[in-house]
């Protein structure tokens, strides 16, 4: 090497002829904060190459070995849907550098900001495309933990056909001992990934799994459908708790998407994973039926439904009234917990509903929860002194529901779940279940018949 030249060359930013193993530089395409990403050629055949250079502060340390892991994940995630690997090595001064096939299109923020939002049928194929990439990459035991629209590579194909590439795996995690990834970097309580497509349990710094792609999957079908991601704030701390606690808006109201459609986005962005898809299959096989307009897409969906009512007893006063509003708060804010929405708030009551995932033990599970967060609630409210005497009564159901949630009152015959006067007119305190909401969880809950009401029973504890 020539003094000077070499200086000039390869400094903290490569310059233009600069030689990285195979590969000449051109330019730079992108300035990162961990690495630079260079256009490059192959020397003997010309072919463009993209390559990804760490920075030279960085070149130790955790960094060091994320990188080192990525270019050992690429290595063995061979799918067209996953941008392919050319080769890897190590600069004179010691910084890493993964040479990658170059994509010749834009990631799919910057389509978004171009044109505006996909229709379904758009979103559907790109979501195959991507689902694609996720099982091949579940299938070798990793997961990615970074899926969003800055890492989908959106690519013109023949005919007019939209190709897609995934990219970046630089916080992808191995599930499994022998997976690439599957080290130690990363440790209980950290914090990887991008705020406006995390899963509730990498917020809380749990360990990810398959289920955590379905999330961010979720969070981009809403996105690429509607322009903007379903949770947003003007800082990390607001998403982060809309991913954790509220529920997610629905992509119908946003656009002219099927209602089907954000039954499916609805249930990628459950708070529990075990509420979640189980797969990315599973996912992929609803969401066509939703977009491609499978019979039956309209038809009324089952829900789960509370009617919580704080009832003073004795001589209402202002300290009476103040607890009525503080247990009607507590009591919207546990349905909210537990992924239901508050549909109807009064005076002295309030309506939460959510519907019901179509897979047995979700569904099951969900119910479950839900008589959990109430029986606890009125059980807390229950030991407050008095006086003065706030009892909270609260009713839980399960029934049909109009696939337009919301949209008015059901039709005659269809959708009685908001019908109140069928199951809520009832003078029981305390947790009341009808037998659709408890049917299968009888060994879970104490329940004693309510006389008079045969389709009630009164919990009154759990087992």
């Not at 209402?316 to 607890?323: G, K, Q, T």
């Not at 509003?325 to 939460?352: F, M, N, P, T, Y």
């Not at 029986?375 to 807390?380: F, K, N, Q």
Request: aromatic share 4%; with cysteine.
């Amino acid at each position: 090497m020539v003094p000077g030249v070499d200086e000039q060359l390869y400094g903290e930013e490569l310059s233009e002829g600069a030689l990285v193993g195979d590969w000449v530089v051109e330019r730079v395409h992108y300035r990162g904060p961990v690495a630079i990403l260079y256009r490059a050629r192959e020397l003997r055949t010309g072919t463009p190459a993209a390559l990804k250079v760490l920075r030279a502060q960085l070149s130790d340390g955790t960094a060091f070995r994320r990188f080192r892991r990525e270019a050992a994940t690429l290595q063995r995630l061979r799918h067209p849907r996953i941008v392919g690997i050319l080769g890897y090595g190590e600069l004179v001064d010691g910084r890493p550098y993964i040479a990658m096939e170059w994509l010749e299109g834009r990631d799919l923020a910057a389509e978004l900001a171009a044109r505006g939002p996909l229709s379904p049928r758009e979103a559907l194929e790109v979501v195959e495309q991507v689902g694609a990439a996720l099982r091949a990459a579940h299938g070798a035991g990793v997961v990615h933990r970074d899926l969003k629209p800055q890492n989908v590579m959106r690519l013109p194909g023949e005919g007019g056909a939209s190709l897609v590439k995934l990219v970046d795996f630089g916080v992808a995690k191995g599930l499994r001992p022998e997976a690439p990834g599957a080290s130690t970097l990363t440790h209980t309580g950290m914090v990887l990934g991008t705020p406006l497509a995390m899963a509730p349990e990498q917020i809380r710094g749990l360990a990810p799994d398959a289920r955590t792609d379905l999330y961010a999957l979720g969070v981009l079908i809403f996105q690429l459908v509607t322009g903007q991601p379903p949770f947003q704030g003007s800082t990390r701390h607001e998403v982060e708790e809309q991913h954790l606690h509220a529920p997610p808006p629905r992509a119908s109201e946003y656009a002219p998407v099927p209602v089907a459609l954000d039954a499916v986005v609805r249930r990628c962005l459950e708070k529990r994973r075990e509420d979640r898809y189980p797969d990315v299959d599973a996912l992929l096989e609803e969401l066509r039926r939703a977009v491609q307009g499978a019979p039956g897409l309209a038809q009324s969906r089952r829900a789960v439904a509370l009617y919580v009512e704080a009832r003073i007893e004795g001589t209402p006063d202002e300290v009476a009234l103040e607890r009525v509003d503080r247990l009607l708060e507590q009591a919207a804010a546990a349905a909210r917990e537990a992924g239901l929405k508050v549909r109807i708030e009064g005076a002295s009551c309030l309506v939460a509903v959510a519907s019901l995932p179509e897979d047995p033990s979700a569904e099951q599970s969900l119910r479950a929860r839900v008589l959990s967060a109430m029986w606890a609630l009125t059980e807390a409210a229950g030991a407050l002194p008095s006086p003065p005497r706030v009892a909270l009564a609260v009713t839980a159901h399960v029934d049909e529901l109009p696939a337009e949630e919301g949209a008015g009152p059901p039709p005659p015959g269809a959708g009685n779940v908001l019908r109140l006067t069928d199951w809520a007119a009832h003078p029981v305190r305390g947790l009341v279940a009808t037998v659709e909401a408890l049917r299968g969880l009888e060994a879970s809950f104490h329940g004693e018949a309510v006389p008079g009401l045969t389709r009630l029973s009164r919990i009154t504890g759990r087992r």
